[in-house]
């Protein structure tokens, strides 16, 4: 089992679980029985994201996506973003608790804050030091979208 | 028509918006009466091309002018600029309603960095005050701001010299009916440029297959031929580096000209981070889907697209750290 990290956010740190597969939407999963994922923001995600109040998906539980479909929107006291499929699979469940109070992904995101299920294969996942490299090339591309510099939309 | 008086333009909504529409004739309904003012109503101020009564109508206006709209307030300006009627841009105190809270906080913190764009020409000295309807429901809000706007400018022309010429030979400009300037556009869909913002760097000149650009006799970049525009495409806004380009009626409020730079009022849109196609792409990926259209051949990211755009090197180090501490100062 690979130990914690911690990447630097700035003065932040953010955890990152060595227990953990991670996704390039800043997600992380862990395997659960029955070839199921389970999914959540990484401490990384969360941070950039802030206080959440309002989440909703877009698909169905028991829907097929394709890897980084459009698959729900997020909004927070600070940013917004749309979400995507962090594989290519079938999202089996939402987090109900979420649907109603979405504040649970910043009280405890490695935890209760879970996303969503999935039946999918967690091959093309990273591990916790590959996700800490990710984020290390990444960082330079978030900062420059906090800085608006990027014309999104 | 004096230089004296101060000219209002409502303009009005696209569609028949009930809520809208109330908001537009209260606010007339309470300011035509008020003396020192003129005011007129024309159909949304985006939709009108070079031959439309009202904007004939605006050309034709020579002192200050307020013009209130369904457009953010720095899309109205340039938009003014692009037909001619220039001025220098006058500053409201009108915010918006959910962001007066937060108005004394916002104002302490950091300034966006100042824009260092190459700026109008031909500006004359008069002054234009564009406010968005969009920023109150409430119609005494915008009138109260016209009438402050109409002190301020009393008070810069009592301030200035006095006229050494009596206004008896000032071309009148010509009287239209309200029903000559009602006249129902089509609509439109074409970029503006910020000037405050643009460099002229031309990217957007290499970048657009339609022939929307070109160079005006002081080879400044012009937005040429608006009608060549492709109605939704955004693309060429996304490849702009300075975020100088707008689509005033775009549904996303950074490309339809909203206040830039701010890390408070407008949400941080985080999708490109969290999965979302970069702007680069989603530019190319909307101009294939118009060439194709046209019966041309998609191009992808061969043709126009900016070199040095994909790795803009960060900030020191320094500033970046300030950033996120700003971040967190910004929690409520």
New interface residues.
């Given amino acids: 089992m690979a130990d914690d990290c911690v990447f630097l956010m700035g003065k932040f740190e953010a955890r990152l679980p060595g227990d953990l597969l991670y996704a390039r939407t800043h997600m992380w999963a862990r395997p659960l029985e029955g070839g199921r994922l389970r999914f959540g923001f990484s401490a990384y995600a969360v941070r950039l994201l802030q206080d959440v109040y309002f989440l909703e998906w877009r698909i169905e539980p028991g829907t097929d996506v394709a890897l980084m479909e459009e698959i729900g929107f997020i909004e927070s006291s600070k940013a917004e973003s749309s979400l995507y499929a962090p594989v290519a699979g079938r999202v089996e469940a939402f987090n109900a608790e979420l649907l109603a109070d979405p504040s649970g992904v910043n009280a405890d995101g490695y935890g209760a804050g879970w996303l969503f299920d999935m039946t999918a294969s967690p091959a093309d996942l990273m591990d916790v030091a590959g996700y800490e490299a990710f984020l290390t090339t990444a960082w330079e591309k978030t900062q420059r979208v906090i800085k608006g510099k990027i014309n999104e939309g | 028509m004096s230089r004296t008086r101060l000219t209002v333009v409502l303009s009005q909504a696209q569609g028949k918006n009930p809520a809208r529409r109330a908001l537009e004739e209260s606010i007339a309904a309470a300011l035509i009466l008020e003396p020192g003012l003129d005011v007129s109503i024309v159909p949304h101020l985006y939709d009108l091309d070079g031959q439309h009564t009202g904007r004939l109508f605006l050309e034709g206006v020579a002192g200050d002018m307020v013009v209130l709209s369904w457009l953010y307030p720095r899309a109205a300006y340039w938009l003014l600029d692009r037909a001619g009627v220039k001025g220098k841009p006058g500053e409201t105190q009108l915010k918006p309603e959910d962001e007066e809270e937060a108005g004394e906080r916002a104002a302490e913190e950091e300034k966006?960095e100042p824009p260092q764009g190459i700026g109008a020409v031909d500006v004359p000295d008069r002054w234009i005050y564009t406010l968005d309807l969009r920023d109150h429901s409430d119609h005494r809000a915008f009138v109260d701001e016209v009438r402050r706007i109409a002190a301020e400018c009393q008070a810069r022309r009592a301030a200035a010299s006095p006229p050494t010429m009596v206004e008896l030979n000032v071309p009148q400009p010509a009287a239209f009916t309200p029903e000559q300037l009602m006249t129902p556009p089509g609509r439109r869909w074409y970029p503006v440029i910020d000037y405050s913002r643009c460099t002229n760097c031309m990217e957007c000149l290499d970048f657009c297959l339609f022939g929307v650009y070109g160079v005006d006799g002081l080879d400044r970049i012009l937005v040429e031929n608006q009608d060549n525009c492709k109605k939704g495409c955004?693309a060429c806004?996304?490849?702009?580096p300075s975020?100088a380009i707008m689509f005033p009626d775009?549904?996303?409020p950074?490309?339809a000209g909203a206040p830039?730079?701010?890390?408070t009022g407008?949400?941080?849109?985080?999708?490109?981070?969290?999965?979302?196609d970069?702007?680069l792409k989603?530019a190319a990926d909307e101009r294939d889907r118009e060439l194709v259209r046209d019966g041309r051949d998609a191009v992808g990211l061969t043709v126009g697209v900016p070199k040095r755009q994909a790795d803009?090197p960060?900030?020191p180090k320094d500033e970046?750290?300030n950033?996120?501490?700003a971040?967190?100062d910004?929690?409520?």
Avoid: N
């Avoid at chain 2, 806004?237 to 702009?240: E, F, G, P």
């Avoid at chain 2, 830039?260 to 890390?263: K, P, Q, S, T, W």
């Fill in positions: 966006p955004p806004s996304r490849v702009c975020q775009y549904k996303t950074a490309i830039v730079g701010a890390v407008l949400k941080i849109d985080l999708s490109r981070l969290f999965g979302g970069d702007a989603m803009k960060a900030g970046l750290d950033l996120v501490d971040l967190d910004l929690d409520i």
